[in-house]
């Protein structure tokens, strides 16, 4: 049996009983294992989300002390927060839907319906399209790289090709004339090493995909071994 994805979903939530309650019904879903994480106000809410770069959902209730859910959501959103946010309401207040809605809210679920199955089931389909999400942002990024190194690779072979040539005519007129056993095992090592660097050239026209390697720090570097 497959084991459950884990996700890790912040509660913005003010009542106890809710929390538990919510810990309770989650905890019973068999298609998940959901890390429950409790904050009950806006602003302990923005400063978890901004240090802990592993929640995958946000739940937030509305009527929540000091700032309320709508403007806690805001001002998540002007930090540029990407983490799909659910809201939380008691009932089913159409203009608050509407409102959070315009805001980039994902979802909305009606406190009735956290014992129902289509709770745990809406945070599971909002966590597996961002999870999607995520993969295809990955994609065009490495996309955009290969393109760039593919770039790059075209202007360096065109320029290292002309002074390889040049150097194998120089090599090939020595070998005619030099009859010194040291000057040919110096030739032959010229040539060696330039045939080396032809075969990287090789390589690096024949670059498909982003083949690079840590090399120190936050610097990468092209795998041509």
């Given amino acids: 049996m497959p084991t459950p994805r884990r996700i890790q979903l912040l509660f913005v939530e003010d009542a106890p009983d809710t929390v538990r309650l919510v810990e ?3 905890a019973r879903y068999e298609g998940a294992s ?6 009950d106000n806006g602003p302990a809410a923005i400063r978890e989300i901004e240090s802990n770069p592993d929640i995958d959902l946000i ?3 509305y009527f929540l002390p000091g700032i309320n859910g709508l403007e806690t959501t805001r001002q998540l959103l002007e930090r540029n927060c990407t ?6 309401t008691v009932n089913k207040d159409m203009d608050l839907v509407v409102e959070v809605m315009k805001l980039g809210v994902r979802d909305y679920i009606i406190k009735d319906d956290i014992t129902s199955h289509v709770f745990p089931q809406t945070l599971v389909a909002l966590y597996e399209k961002r999870r999607l999400q995520v993969e295809v942002e990955e ?13 790059m690779v075209v202007t360096i072979t065109n320029e290292i090709a002309m002074p390889l040539e040049a150097m194998k005519g120089v090599i090939r007129e020595l070998g005619e004339h030099a009859h010194a056993e040291k000057a040919q095992r110096y030739l032959s090592l010229i040539g ?3 045939t080396r660097i032809e075969g990287k050239i090789e390589k690096l026209k024949n670059l498909r995909e982003d083949k690079t390697v840590q090399y120190i720090k936050d610097i990468r570097m092209i795998d041509l071994s």
Avoid: G, H
């Fill in 24 to 26: 309770t019904y989650l």
């Fill in 34 to 39: 959901f890390e429950l994480i409790w904050k």
């Fill in 59 to 61: 739940l937030m209730d």
């Fill in 83 to 88: 983490i799909p946010i659910v809201f939380l």
């Fill in 139 to 151: 994609l065009e990024i490495r996309r955009s790289r290969l393109e760039a190194m593919q770039e």
């Fill in 192 to 194: 060696e090493n330039i």
